[in-house]
């Protein structure tokens, strides 16, 4: 079904009738299918939902009432009538099932930049004086490494990137604590997150980790392998709206140490007494800073009804099928050499994305784009697929494979 001037791609075994007759298959055996109609979506093959989640059905309209009734009619008395001023524990509460844990653990609001801030340095003072060193995952997207070096400043500790896999064998008495991605932004690598924390607390250090590529997409299991603290963003695959506020999680024995570089007055133990003393409040909320930002949190809120019949264990057995499923068509239907996947083969080291390694990339995906295959370029030369399995079937990984190699060959 090629478009009228592009060229017939080469196909090898197995070929497109075979693979688009098991894409419908498989779209029709699929628990997850009906969920696509919850969102808003075109013809286009979204794979760009590790970047920006599309937008569930149901938002607009909450939103709408939020800001015509909520605001426009009830103004100030929203703070307690429509719960606004609860609003960052009662998200944290519906984002902590996703994330493996339980209610009162997690609170959202600022971004996930900020909440590195807090989560880091909080971290480092829980560990204490004798601890001199952060290790950084040395791969890290940028935010990461910039914000860990300031924390690093902030508390006068030295900042040591390493290599994931080199982590275990770099962390000692020094350690004060390490920031870690669960899957990697670029290669979408997944980290084992189990064996990693167990490392770090091996040493006595406490482990940081940033789920922005993993809540939503695969289970995280916060409270199962003992996470110390965890930040991530609501925007990627909990499609939350563009910059809605992030989280931040501390397990429950941490809390009562919890000391944030970032005590706003929203985190004291009693906002409204207006103290020039700082106290802070018990619990998830000492990770507070200031007003929340509540048109953005309340967009989220609604956003995470479409988890209501959805499991994540559910999301990851189709996540896996789906990029197992496409990197096959890209093998099948691009020609040899001209892409090179990045993305671990192993189930268990496999993030929701596949990630290519592509001579003019940038150009690629305008190009793919155009031909209505939404994914992202990450310089200098990588092609991101995205794959948010409550609204990509595998007839969308199928065309976006066939595109691509329609592009590539020449
Ligand atoms: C998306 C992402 C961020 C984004 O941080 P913001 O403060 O929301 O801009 C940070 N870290 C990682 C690993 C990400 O994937």
Request: contains cysteine; aromatic residues 6%; hydrophobic residues 40%.
């Amino acid at each position: 079904m090629s478009e009228p001037g592009a060229q017939e791609p080469r196909v090898r075994e197995p070929g497109a009738h075979e693979l688009r007759a098991r894409a419908e298959k498989l779209d029709a055996e699929d628990a997850l299918a009906h969920k696509r109609a919850e969102f808003v979506l075109d013809d286009a093959v979204y794979l760009d939902g590790n970047s920006l989640g599309a937008l569930p059905a149901g938002v607009p309209d909450r939103v709408a009432d939020v800001v015509r009734r909520q605001w426009g009619e009830l103004r100030i008395r929203s703070w307690d009538e429509s719960g606004w001023w609860t609003a960052p524990e009662r998200i944290g509460d519906r984002i902590a099932p996703l994330v493996g844990t339980g209610p009162g653990r997690i609170v959202v609001g600022d971004s996930t930049s900020v909440n590195i801030l807090k989560a880091l340095v909080a971290a480092v003072r829980m560990a204490g004086e004798g601890r001199d060193e952060i290790v950084v995952d040395a791969t890290t997207f940028p935010t990461d490494g910039y914000i860990a070096a300031s924390a690093a400043r902030l508390t006068g500790r030295t900042l040591r990137p390493v290599a994931p896999s080199e982590i275990p064998g770099a962390l000692g008495d020094r350690t004060a604590a390490v920031l870690l991605n669960h899957v990697d932004y670029r290669t979408g690598r997944l980290h084992d997150l189990p064996s990693l924390t167990a490392a770090v607390h091996g040493a006595g250090a406490l482990a940081v980790w940033d789920l922005c590529h993993s809540a939503g997409a695969l289970p995280v299991g916060l409270d199962e392998h003992g996470v110390d603290l965890a930040v991530g963003c609501t925007y990627k695959y909990l499609n939350g709206g563009p910059g809605s506020p992030a989280y931040l999680y501390v397990r429950a024995d941490l809390q009562s140490r919890f000391d944030s570089p970032l005590p706003g007055w929203n985190s004291h133990a009693e906002p409204f007494g207006m103290r020039a003393g700082y106290e802070p409040a018990e619990g998830a909320l000492r990770g507070r800073v200031g007003t929340p930002d509540i048109l953005s949190m309340l967009a989220l809120e609604a956003a995470l009804d479409v988890w209501r019949d959805v499991s994540v264990e559910a999301v990851r057995a189709k996540s896996l099928a789906l990029t197992d499923f496409f990197l096959e068509c890209v093998e099948a239907y691009v020609p040899r050499g001209r892409v090179e996947s990045l993305t671990p083969a192993a189930h268990p080291e496999r993030g929701s994305q596949v990630a290519l390694r592509c001579d003019d990339a940038g150009d690629v995906m305008r190009r793919l784009i155009e031909r209505g295959v939404v994914g992202d370029f990450r310089a200098p030369d990588v092609l991101r697929f995205g794959f948010t399995p409550l609204y990509v079937g595998f007839a969308d990984a199928e065309r976006a494979a066939r595109v691509l190699g329609e592009l590539l060959t020449a």
